[in-house]
C-alpha cells in the first residue's frame, strides 16, 4: 500500500487534505506555469485528479477527443459538468464551444468553483459555475446539503449533455440513483449522459479476487463496495445490473460502455489516462 492511500485509510478527511497539499504548495513556489496554453490552475489547486502540467493538459486533451469523437459533442451544445472539480475537462471546451453554447460547471469545492470564475468565466461568459455545499465524507466533511435530496437548479429539459468524471465514484447507490433522476429530468429527450463509474460484474470480481485489477474493492457494502472503509467516498463500485436498473427506471438508455484499465481492459485508443475508469454513455428516452 502506497503512503498516500496508508494516510488516506487512517486520517480524516480534513487532515488527510492539508498534509497532501503542502508538498505542492511548495512546488508551486519553484514552478512556473506553462504559458501560452490557455489558463492552467497552480498544482496546489490541482485536488482533483492527478497532478502535474503535462498531465492536466493530456487529459484535458483526451476529454475533448471523447467528447467530439465519442460523446458526439456539438459546438453550440448545452453542456452540465456535475463535479467539475479545478476544470482540467472544462478548459479545452473554451476552443470549442461556440457563442451559442452554454457551459454549467458545478462543484462542492469552493476553491476549484472561485479559480474558475476568475480564470474562465472572465474570459468567457458562456461559462458559469455553481459551488453547492454538498456533503461528502471525503470531499467536504462539513458540507450542508444531502446528496440524496439534492434538486438541481435547472429547468426540466434544459441541457444537450449532463457529465460526471469520477464523481459517481465518490457516491453512494442511493445518492447516484437520485442524481440520475435529477439528470434524467434535466436532460432534453434525446440528450446523452457521459458519466465515469467503477463497475463490477461476476467477470470483474474474479479478476479482482486473482488480483488482476488495479484497484481492490474488497469491502462489500449495500449495493456497493469500497477500498476504504474508513472513507468509503475514497472510491466506491457499483453493481453494472444495479446501474442498468436505475438508469432504465429513470428513462435512460446505456449506448455505450468503455471498460477501465482499473479492470485489466486496454484502454479505448486515445483515452490512455481518462479511460482509468468505466465510462458510460447514455441517452434520455
Ligand atoms: C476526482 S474529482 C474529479 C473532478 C473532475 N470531474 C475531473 O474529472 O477532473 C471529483 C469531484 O467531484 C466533486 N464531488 C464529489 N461529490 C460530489 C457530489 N455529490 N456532487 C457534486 N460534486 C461532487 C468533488 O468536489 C471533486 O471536485
Not at 487512517?10 to 512546488?27: C, E, G, K
Request: positive net charge; aromatic residues 10%; contains cysteine.
Amino acid at each position: 500500500m502506497s503512503i498516500k492511500q496508508a494516510l488516506k485509510n487512517t486520517l480524516s478527511a480534513s487532515i488527510f487534505h492539508s498534509v497532501r497539499d503542502i508538498p505542492w504548495m511548495i512546488r508551486d513556489w519553484r514552478t512556473k506555469a506553462p504559458i501560452g496554453q490557455g489558463p492552467i490552475p497552480p498544482l496546489r489547486l490541482m485536488f482533483d485528479g492527478p497532478r502535474g502540467y503535462d498531465l492536466f493538459l493530456k487529459m484535458g486533451r483526451e476529454t475533448l477527443g471523447f467528447y467530439k469523437n465519442i460523446a458526439g459533442m456539438k459546438p453550440d451544445d448545452v453542456i452540465l459538468d456535475i463535479g467539475c472539480g479545478i476544470g482540467r475537462k472544462t478548459l479545452p471546451l473554451l476552443d470549442y464551444l461556440n457563442d451559442k453554447a452554454l457551459y454549467v460547471g458545478m462543484d462542492l469545492d469552493r476553491r476549484g468553483i472561485d479559480w474558475l470564475l476568475r480564470n474562465v468565466t472572465s474570459r468567457n461568459q458562456r461559462f458559469v459555475f455553481l459551488h453547492q455545499d454538498i456533503y461528502n465524507k471525503f470531499y467536504n466533511p462539513k458540507g450542508s446539503l444531502i446528496p440524496g435530496l439534492l434538486v438541481l437548479p435547472f429547468p426540466d429539459a434544459s441541457f444537450d449533455m449532463v457529465v460526471l468524471w469520477s464523481v459517481f465514484t465518490h457516491m453512494y447507490p442511493g445518492d447516484i440513483a437520485h442524481y440520475l433522476s435529477e439528470i434524467a429530468r434535466v436532460l432534453k429527450p434525446g440528450g446523452t449522459l457521459a458519466a465515469s463509474f467503477f463497475l463490477y460484474d461476476d467477470e470483474v470480481l474474479s479478476r479482482m479476487k486473482r488480483g488482476e485489477t488495479t484497484m481492490d474493492f474488497k469491502y462489500a457494502l449495500k449495493d456497493c463496495r469500497t477500498t476504504n472503509p474508513n472513507m468509503p467516498e475514497d472510491a466506491l463500485a457499483v453493481g453494472s445490473e444495479w446501474l442498468d436498473s436505475v438508469q432504465h427506471q429513470v428513462g435512460l438508455q446505456t449506448q455505450q460502455r468503455l471498460s477501465g484499465t482499473w479492470t485489466g481492459a486496454a484502454p479505448h485508443a486515445g483515452l490512455e489516462l481518462t479511460n482509468f475508469q468505466d465510462i458510460v454513455l447514455a441517452k434520455k428516452l
